[in-house]
């Protein structure tokens, strides 16, 4: 008897396994319907690997993570592909250092239309004098240009950072930057750049940055527009890698809103007045920012927080002042502002500081900007390939795309790998649409394993209650 219950026991266990085991649902390989929208891929000239970055529509869509795109050839096959964002790295790892700083004696009119720059040395090689190809010898006048030497730098100029003379204070003046290698011939690669140095009732304002746009040259050239003269202690520039020139940075203007009192942190209500929400509908990875006032001759104290949702928690990002001036008819406007790390947060909160100033009525614009990622894929199949994105049901892929690159490196005999730059073309294309992005209707499965439990229970049951009775009936019998 006791053989043949643990034998019913056994039977029904193994029956509740097979009914679970065929109810579980099979994992189907995603589709280019299963992604929302589509985007065709350039592959030419042909090559084994190609590299694209990521457009903006890309990032209004897809997720932060990205784990919703996915990259298909012309059959439909998923090709391995990975993401790359090493342009930050890039950017962390350039250089500032020092410049040697020349003044040019004599007024640039004097040189005439050719401009020419003369530089005297000594017998040793070294440089002790500079000064226009007009100018007269004995006769010395107030500097209004300086030579910058960069014949011992390798690397790509992208930026000058000025100091101020001490002896020079108040002052507003534009610049003109030139580069040249031979001090003959000069191109303008700078033009306009506000320089700036005020102090009122303690409070100090400059500008001493100016932005280039990528130099290579032996020469630069700093000349004050109108013959102004002025007087700068030394000059330091950044330089980085050919890399990080190759990426394109991109910026975006988003208009705010006011924060509403219900938006207040942890359910309490804001009373501030210079409280913004930004919504930039994107997931960029965002590396600057800078506020652009209303109108000019303003200048205010902020706080800038983001967030994945857009009523917080709000995480702490950057302060700082933001300005723009009208001096002696020239702009002056305060600079993007570097943050510690790219931000792909959506929401933005901006809190202006002071008493006594509402701009409720003239809300400040963000203009935020990014370096994109760089999508690299293995170009199998056939052509065209497409970058599909946006998909509530799509998991994250790991192709080990490294591994891939590392074995073609040895099949090339240690040669790198070779990637053909490429680029998204054409409008994106409706696949599945903005359903997509909807998680579908959760379906309810089928319980077997509680209906098999139920029916173990039963069956129990059913053996305990004809236990009970065979032995009734047996005492029964056996009873005089």
Known sequence: MKMKFFLICLISIATIHAR???????????????????????????GPVYQVNLSDDVYGVAKKDFRD?????????????????QTYEDRQSSMSRPVVLFPIQGAPEEAGAQNVVQVAEDAHGKVVQVRFSGQREGTRREVS???????????????????????????????????????????????GAVLAKLAFQGETLEQKKIELPGVRSKYLK???EG???????????????????????RSMKVPGRIRLPEEGAAGGRTTAENEFVYDTNSVAPMDSVKVNL???NMFVRFHL???????????DRTSGTAYQLILDGKELASAAIPLNQPIPDRYWLLKVEGKGINLRDRIPQLELRYVPHQLLFLARGSAPFRLAYGSAIAEGLDFGFETLLESL?????????????????????????????????????????QFGLWGVLGIFVLLIAAMAWRLFRDLSVKSP
């Open 145 to 191: 240009a300086y030579l910058l030497d960069l014949r011992t730098e390798e690397q790509i100029l992208t930026s000058l950072q000025i100091q101020w003379s001490p002896a020079d204070r108040n002052r507003v003046l534009a610049v003109t930057v030139e580069a040249s290698d031979d001090l003959k011939s000069w191109r303008t690669v700078s033009s």
């Open 20 to 46: 679970v085991s065929l109810a579980a649902p099979a994992v189907r390989s995603l589709t280019v319907e299963d992604f929302a929208y589509a985007i065709e891929i350039e592959t030419a000239p042909p």
């Open 227 to 249: 013959g102004i003269s002025f007087g700068l202690e030394s000059v330091s520039g950044e330089f980085v890698s050919q890399q990080r020139l190759d990426s394109v940075k």
């Open 409 to 449: 490196r040895v099949a090339r005999s240690g040669q790198a790998v070779v990637l053909q730059a490429s680029q998204l073309v054409g409008e994106r294309k409706e696949l599945g649409g903005p359903a997509r992005l909807k998680a579908p209707p959760e379906e309810k499965p089928v319980p077997w394993k």
């Open 222 to 224: 700093i000349t004050a």
């Open 305 to 315: 927080a983001s967030s994945g949702a857009e009523k917080g928690p709000w995480v």
């Open 294 to 296: 209303p109108e000019p």
């Open 69 to 85: 795109i996915r990259v298909f050839n012309a059959s439909g096959e998923v090709v391995p592909f990975t993401l790359q964002y």
